[in-house]
């Protein structure tokens, strides 16, 4: 077994253009180590993954070809996550926002902490949905209920991710990582092979819709974070940042 934990607390660990890159390649490795049966992946501090680095949030915005890179990106850790032929554990530990939410959505079993939400925010700062959640969404919930959450950046609390299919189950924060590695243990006892096969079956069906649904996002979501919607509300970010340390 092992544990992915995202250690940024200070800054709820966000979403940097370091992180994206390392997790690409480190879900990459975990393909290959035959010796890891499961993974969990969790968040240090109060947070899981609260959203977006802010200076990769303004290079994308100012840098067509910062924005091209991420996206490139986008697509490659994706696909190292769905074809992990392990099973992926996200024990979410508190807000889970954004990227934090495309981890969630393209995890295998996601134990919550009561007090953890989910949002998906994207719309709200200018850019479309975002990329994980684009392909993984439509299967776990209502398309309605879908666009009800991307449309409006609402929180989704823990009682309620359960309730819409977003998440197994939800309990007290001190039983979250127990309760994971109970569980890994539970699932490192069957056939490995046995395992990856029927993961790789059921993930045929994000993967699906890669070619068609992801491309499209990725290549309007590029639009976006060049477009006049999301510079506005960046340059608004980058005034507040400038108010805050004058």
């Known amino acids: 077994m092992a544990t992915i934990t995202m250690n940024r607390p200070e800054d709820r660990n966000p979403a940097s253009t370091r992180m994206l890159n390392d997790i690409t390649r480190l879900f990459r490795a975990l393909a290959e180590n035959e010796a890891v049966r499961v993974v969990i992946i969790t968040g240090a501090g109060k947070a899981f993954s ?23 990106n986008s697509r490659d850790y994706i696909r190292a996550i769905l074809d ?40 709200n ?6 990329d994980g959640i684009s392909i993984s969404w439509p299967f776990l919930m209502p398309l309605n209920r879908v666009k009800e959450l991307v449309f409006t950046g609402d929180r989704i609390l823990a009682a309620d991710c359960v309730a819409y299919g977003l998440a197994n189950r939800a309990m007290p924060l001190v039983q979250l990582l127990p309760e994971a ?3 890994a243990e539970r699932i490192a006892k069957q056939p490995r092979s046995a395992v990856a096969g029927s993961k790789a079956i059921l993930n045929m069906y994000p993967k699906a819709v890669m070619d068609t649904v992801l491309e499209a996002q ?27 340390s004058a």
């Open 125 to 130: 700062v200018g850019l479309v949905i975002g």
């Open 181 to 183: 590695m109970a569980l």
């Open 50 to 72: 609260a959203g977006g680095d802010f200076q990769h949030f303004v290079a994308t915005a100012q840098d067509p070809a910062v924005a091209r890179a991420t996206l490139d």
């Open 218 to 244: 990725l290549a309007r979501q590029f639009d976006q974070t060049q477009g006049p919607d999301h510079g506005r509300i960046v340059q608004g970010l980058i005034d507040r940042q400038k108010r805050k």
């Open 84 to 123: 992990l032929p392990i099973p992926l554990i996200a024990a979410v530990n508190g807000a889970a926002v954004g990227f934090g939410a495309t981890l969630v959505a393209l995890s295998d079993i996601v134990l919550m902490a009561d007090s953890a939400f989910i949002a998906e925010p994207h719309v």
